[in-house]
């Protein structure tokens, strides 16, 4: 099946750099000193692209039955299911575990304004002060 027969782009890819970094982490831990030439890669690209499709295309299609419009997780799961992939489920429920628990415990990011804790007519007094004293530092130079 081709790109084309799932509404595709050819353009699609997968970062060469990081494809070949991950290649090499895998392969470093093989000691019979393979290597991986570079049009393997790109084949090895092709393969995961078009896998990527074929999960994403019929996990559209389980989200469409079901009236949604976001693709979710167990949309995914279906698919990798129907499409007999089912052995790779237990793994992406876990990366997606693991992603949930990130996103809970990431922490609401605050401005420097919020992290200072002055208020801002006390941050425009320091900056007045850091201003004044940039100026007097100037003038006395040589």
């Not at 027969?5 to 750099?17: R, T, W, Y």
């Not at 049009?39 to 074929?54: A, Y």
């Not at 320091?126 to 006395?140: P, V």
């Given at each position: 099946?081709?790109?084309?027969?799932?509404?595709?782009?050819?353009?699609?890819?997968?970062?060469?750099?990081?494809v070949q970094k991950i290649i090499n982490e895998i392969l470093q831990g093989d000691d019979s000193g393979v290597s991986f030439?570079?049009?393997?890669?790109?084949?090895?690209?092709?393969?995961?692209?078009?896998?990527?499709?074929?999960?994403?295309?019929?996990?559209?299609?389980?989200?469409?039955?079901?009236?949604?419009?976001?693709?979710?997780?167990?949309?995914?799961?279906?698919?990798?299911?129907?499409?007999?992939?089912?052995?790779?489920?237990?793994?992406?429920?876990?990366?997606?575990?693991?992603?949930?628990?990130?996103?809970?415990s990431r922490e609401k990011k605050q401005s420097k304004l919020e992290q200072s804790g002055l208020t801002e007519e006390e941050?425009?007094?320091?900056?007045?002060?850091?201003?004044?004293?940039?100026?007097?530092?100037?003038?006395?130079?040589?």
């Open positions: 099946m081709s790109d084309r027969e799932f509404g595709g782009n050819d353009d699609l890819s997968l970062p060469k750099a990081t030439a570079k049009d393997t890669r790109d084949l090895l690209i092709e393969c995961c692209v078009e896998f990527i499709t074929l999960i994403s295309s019929e996990a559209n299609e389980i989200a469409e039955k079901e009236a949604k419009k976001t693709i979710a997780c167990e949309h995914v799961k279906s698919a990798l299911e129907e499409l007999d992939f089912g052995d790779y489920v237990p793994a992406i429920l876990e990366v997606a575990a693991d992603y949930k628990k990130q996103q809970a941050l425009l007094q320091q900056q007045q002060e850091l201003f004044r004293l940039a100026t007097d530092k100037f003038n006395a130079a040589p």
